[in-house]
């Protein structure tokens, strides 16, 4: 008897082991068991379940990196990383004075949060794209690692200037759902027109079974937006704010797109004192302490660079503190969990229209190269064109 009940426990840990393992490494086969679960027995029995098992997956990897060297995305001696940039890129920009490029762009190298678990590189700004044309570098991005607790927490942050490109908000042929049900015209790809110019696609916010945010594309509401929730707002001259909705709705005539998040983690440069709570509002359904992949986008005070931060082993209040110290001031948390946050660089193949080298900010993350321009999405995504130049 007692040998059964040891062989049991052994296959259903080895099964346990096999599921979490599969479902890290099949794209579909994580979001598919748990919305298939959710369904049956509602969101809060997953949500026990997704923070019961990664906290056995922090615990383990707390143990197993102890005080080993911080986890890199990329060397810190590369300027390109994964990503297509110039032949001859740009070194790093320097901190200290001056350290800024023209017009503040790039932005200044910048201390990381903590020097106990900093890697080389942290906080320096390399190129990670140029322009299609002309070999500019457009986009750029660093790494940071912001838990003191955790060198395994590794956090990547590109870096856009707002007055050379466009952002775009897409949503899915899915998600989030239609306030009233009905199925309107929902590509869930980039616009035809916008192909030429397209350097980057990245993810958008939650389920709308987590939390209802509400989302608006071309001026049409797909869900109504909630008074407390963060906003990414898109207006038609270009603009982009992230603010809460009771700031941004007088203005909502002039947006052409919005999407709602949790409450903001850090606005006009004060972090929500609830980002000190395992409060379960930063994770969809999970605490906000819990230890998983995160993604976010922010802003800089004056409105001129915009931020996307996505890693890995990040709590709330890690990706915040990496988010600030990178100098955004206003920060809404997009979607979480393994399967969702994605950052792709774009870059069009010479003499092959309408074909794409597509490469992502980070590994661990599955893509397919026809991803959002291609193949249609069912959850919503955010892209970055380059702006066009003002015609004479």
Partial sequence: MALRSTVALGSIFAGALALWFAIHHVP?????????????????PVAWAEDTFYGWQDRWNRWRYGDSKPVSYWAASSASGSAPVASEPA????????????????????????????????????????????????????????????PFAALAIVAMEMQGIRLHAVAGTVEPRSKDGAKDKRPGLVEASDADNLLAAFNGGFLTIHGHYGMMVDGTRIGDPRPTSCTVAIY???????????????????????????QCLVEQGRVNPALHADNTSWG?????????????????QDGRILFFGMGDALTVKSIADGMMA???????????????????????????????????????????????????????????TLKAPPTT
């Fill in 91 to 150: 070194p790093p920009v320097p901190s200290g004075d001056g350290g800024a490029g023209v017009n503040g762009f790039p932005p200044a190298a910048f201390t990381p949060p903590s020097d106990r678990v900093a890697g080389p590189g942290d906080g320096q700004w390399v190129p990670a794209m140029t322009a299609p044309e002309g070999g500019k570098v457009v986009l750029y991005k660093t790494m940071v690692h912001p838990d003191p607790k955790r």
């Fill in 284 to 300: 969809a359904a999970v605490g906000g302490a819990t230890v998983i992949r995160r993604s976010a986008i922010g802003l800089s």
């Fill in 236 to 262: 038609r001259d270009g603009t982009v704010r992230v603010r809460s909705w009771p700031e941004l709705e007088p203005t909502e005539s002039q947006m052409v797109a919005f999407r709602q998040t949790p």
């Fill in 28 to 44: 579909w086969l994580g979001p598919a068991l748990a919305d298939g679960v959710r369904a049956v027995v509602g969101p809060k």
């Fill in 326 to 384: 990178a100098g955004a001031y206003d920060i809404a948390q997009l979607d979480v969990n393994h399967s969702f946050p994605r950052f792709m660089f774009y870059q069009k193949k010479s003499g092959a229209p309408g074909e794409f080298t597509v490469t992502g900010l980070v590994p661990g993350f599955t893509f397919q190269t026809g991803d959002y321009i291609k193949t249609p999405s069912f959850r919503d995504f955010f892209y970055v």
